[in-house]
């Protein structure tokens, strides 16, 4: 099965940019969804398709795919930013989906 | 309110089994194919397997195969997850969700909404 490879860690400054990508093989099929994770809490749906968010999600959310590689970005990022995030997709060659290891994300 | 709420949390013995229910509110229940998920304490998310919306097709990752089944109940709107011969590393939070699909240029799927969560503590 296909494979996506994170991260394990990116850090920002509050307010600034940061991109978080993610990269495989099935990504040249199929966009990426993207999760945020905070400690204890269930996974939460930030982006997916080619670059949409669900209601709720601010607009300093936003996604982009380019050949085997899907990025996440996060324009202003504030400290409610802080979590880890996961990308995944569906496998190229079966019904199986794949995530990520996953980005701990750190606004300093 | 579109909605996933999981049984409580569970506490087995090795060789075990376990079942998870999720019970959906908000949507057509019977029209969604639903996945289960599962994280290990302190590591990242898995796909276990999905099930179709009339229940009668499931898919699951060579890992649960043999291992994991997957039911669903239209009557009461509610998907079950039933993973046996437990083991200490099948100990993870475990969660349903719902499969979101479509095509713009390429296919894309997304698991929205998800269950709370069922902590599954495998123990002797």
């Known amino acids: 099965s296909s494979e996506l490879t994170q991260d394990p860690a990116v850090s920002v400054a509050l307010g600034q940019t940061v991109r978080i990508t993610c990269q495989g093989d099935s990504l040249r099929n199929y966009y990426a969804s993207w999760y945020q994770q905070k400690p204890g809490q269930a996974p939460v749906l930030v982006i997916y398709?080619?670059?949409n968010r669900p209601s709720g999600i601010p607009d300093r959310f936003s996604g982009s795919s380019s050949g085997n590689t899907a990025s996440l970005t996060i324009t202003g990022a504030q400290a409610e930013d802080e979590a880890d995030y996961y990308c995944n997709s569906r496998d190229s060659s079966s019904i199986q989906w794949v995530f990520g290891g996953g980005t701990k994300l750190t606004v300093l | 309110q579109v909605l996933l709420v999981q049984s409580g949390a569970e506490v087995k013995e090795p060789g075990a089994s376990v079942k998870v229910s999720c019970k959906a509110s908000?949507?057509?229940?019977?029209?969604?194919?639903m996945h289960w998920l599962r994280q290990a304490p302190g590591q990242g998310l898995e796909w276990m397997g999905l099930i179709n919306p009339s229940g009668t097709n499931t898919w699951y990752t060579q890992k649960f195969q043999g291992r994991v089944t997957m039911t669903r109940d239209a009557s009461t709107s509610t998907v079950y997850m039933e993973l046996s011969s437990l083991r200490f590393e099948d100990t993870a939070m475990y969660y349903c969700?719902?499969?979101?699909?479509?095509?713009?240029?390429?296919?894309?799927?997304?698991?929205?909404?998800w269950g709370q969560g069922t902590l599954v503590t495998v123990s002797s």
């Open positions: 969700a719902r499969d979101n699909s479509a095509t713009s240029g390429r296919s894309y799927w997304w698991f929205d909404p």
């Open positions: 398709g080619k670059d």
């Open positions: 908000g949507f057509t229940f019977t029209t969604y194919y």
